[in-house]
């Protein structure tokens, strides 16, 4: 199912990050990937789910966009919050704060862009493993290209710096 697009909108409430993980997860496995790819895709966004419900201040709900292409999945969280995220590198005993720390380690990219008026759109983006067309994929599967890349965007340097080009999100705003 190549160059499918499924969007979400939740209330900007705790109890909504669960309800993102569902929706992710189970739109994933539609998709026909496997159970370590949709954990990892449930996992990112509900971590992006977390960081728009307890930052976005102000906002009444938030926006999960997930994007298939041929070459990549791409998960988008759209939330009315100003300021840009950044990844923080959280001491052994903190209890929250990584994140970030998550997305950029387990995502082949990811990264930020404003949304006018007040707004941002957060994405990730992990590499389709090779597998049949509409078939199931398996993770294990070496990816194909180079792991980074995807539409142009690079992956920023681990320095903690934020991605400010994103994939298209014509319709994150």
């Given at each position: 199912?190549?160059?499918?697009?499924?969007?979400?909108?939740?209330p900007?409430?705790e109890?909504?990050?669960?309800?993102?993980?569902?929706?992710?997860r189970?739109?994933v496995?539609?998709?026909?990937?496997?159970?370590?790819?949709?954990?990892?895709?449930?996992l990112l966004a509900?971590e992006?789910?977390?960081?728009a419900?307890?930052?976005?201040v102000g906002?009444?709900s938030?926006?999960v966009?997930?994007?298939?292409?041929?070459?990549?999945l791409?998960v988008?969280?759209?939330?009315?919050?100003g300021g840009?995220?950044?990844?923080?590198?959280?001491?052994?005993?903190?209890?929250?704060?990584?994140?970030?720390f998550l997305?950029?380690?387990l995502?082949?990219?990811w990264?930020?862009?404003t949304?006018?008026p007040?707004?941002?759109?957060?994405y990730?983006?992990?590499?389709?493993?090779?597998g049949?067309a509409?078939?199931?994929h398996?993770?294990r599967?070496?990816?194909?290209?180079?792991?980074?890349?995807?539409?142009?965007?690079?992956?920023?340097?681990?320095?903690?710096?934020?991605?400010?080009?994103?994939?298209?999100?014509r319709?994150a705003g």
């Amino acid at each position: 199912m190549p160059n499918d697009e499924q969007t979400f909108q939740f209330p900007s409430a705790e109890e909504s990050v669960r309800e993102t993980r569902k929706r992710v997860r189970g739109t994933v496995r539609n998709w026909g990937f496997s159970d370590e790819f949709s954990d990892t895709a449930e996992l990112l966004a509900s971590e992006l789910a977390t960081n728009a419900v307890i930052h976005a201040v102000g906002g009444a709900s938030y926006r999960v966009i997930c994007a298939l292409s041929d070459a990549a999945l791409t998960v988008t969280v759209v939330d009315h919050g100003g300021g840009v995220p950044v990844v923080r590198h959280g001491s052994g005993t903190a209890t929250h704060g990584r994140g970030l720390f998550l997305v950029e380690t387990l995502a082949d990219d990811w990264g930020v862009r404003t949304v006018p008026p007040r707004g941002k759109a957060t994405y990730f983006v992990l590499s389709v493993p090779r597998g049949t067309a509409g078939g199931r994929h398996d993770l294990r599967e070496p990816h194909g290209g180079h792991a980074g890349h995807h539409a142009g965007v690079t992956r920023a340097a681990r320095s903690g710096g934020v991605r400010q080009s994103c994939p298209d999100l014509r319709r994150a705003g």
